[in-house]
């Protein structure tokens, strides 16, 4: 089966430019997460979707970063303004099963470079 | 915060199997323990995951203790390509709870 598939790969930008991430999950996954991951860390969870609704977006900071999943399928992750802290990897995955007795699949992540 | 402590790298003999230790000493009665590695530049890849008994898939197996304190991932047979950042994460079954991942062990395979 395809994977999950994230674009851009690669993304430099300016502080306080704006950012989109786009992330197609495997087909039939109902759940869908973004992680970010600074060099050196583990990826740390920003939100989590089940179809098109938010379960869980506590570590969202929503003063910049903003998410959506449009019809329960593809998904885009946006940063505005950005700031230089915002340099990491982020990171796209989907779930078969809410529970998730089957694990995860990521993507290759977008890397985020802000100057 | 993650709820597992993990050496921070270790090193392993190509050939040779590997065997990385994970202490989750608070893990509950309805968490599983799953294991991801991550490859430089790559997303973190499931491998494999138990609630009490040893599991093995082909990619390794996983030894948990009787008092599921404690566990082991075991690359029998340890390559160059399995040079990766190995996460022990402990998750509930049931629930939304995510996946959250510590700093791992570093996994060096040397020729």
């Known amino acids: 089966e395809a994977g999950v598939a994230q674009s851009p790969r690669y993304k430099i930008i300016e502080k306080r430019q704006s950012v989109a991430f786009w992330c197609n999950p495997i087909?039939?996954?109902?759940?869908l997460y973004w992680y970010q991951q600074i060099l050196g860390q583990g990826p740390k969870l920003l939100i989590q979707?089940?179809?098109?609704?938010?379960?869980?977006d506590s570590q969202l900071p929503k003063d910049r970063f903003s998410a959506e999943r449009l019809k329960g399928v593809d998904s885009t992750l946006k940063i505005q303004p950005a700031k230089l802290e915002d340099s990491a990897v982020y990171l796209c995955?989907?779930?078969?099963?809410?529970?998730?007795?089957?694990?995860?699949?990521f993507g290759s992540g977008t890397r985020l470079t802000v100057v | 915060d993650a709820k597992t402590t993990q050496p921070p790298s270790m090193d392993c003999a190509e050939g040779r199997a590997a065997n990385l230790p994970c202490n989750h000493s608070?893990?509950?009665?309805?968490?599983?323990v799953y294991w991801y590695r991550q490859i430089h530049s790559q997303g973190p890849q499931y491998i494999i995951h138990?609630?009490?008994n040893n599991e093995t898939n082909e990619m390794a197996s996983l030894i948990i203790t009787e008092d599921r304190k404690s566990s082991t991932l075991i690359l029998p047979h340890a390559t160059l390509r399995d040079t990766a950042v190995y996460y022990c994460?402990?998750?509930?079954?049931?629930?939304?709870?995510?996946?959250?991942f510590g700093k791992g062990t570093r996994l060096s395979v040397i020729a």
């Open positions: 995955a989907s779930s078969l099963e809410r529970t998730g007795s089957i694990g995860y699949t």
């Open positions: 087909s039939g996954h109902a759940t």
């Open positions: 979707f089940q179809n098109n609704g938010v379960v869980d």
């Open positions: 608070t893990i509950s009665g309805n968490e599983y």
């Open positions: 138990g609630l009490k």
């Open positions: 994460i402990v998750r509930a079954y049931s629930g939304n709870t995510p996946l959250v």
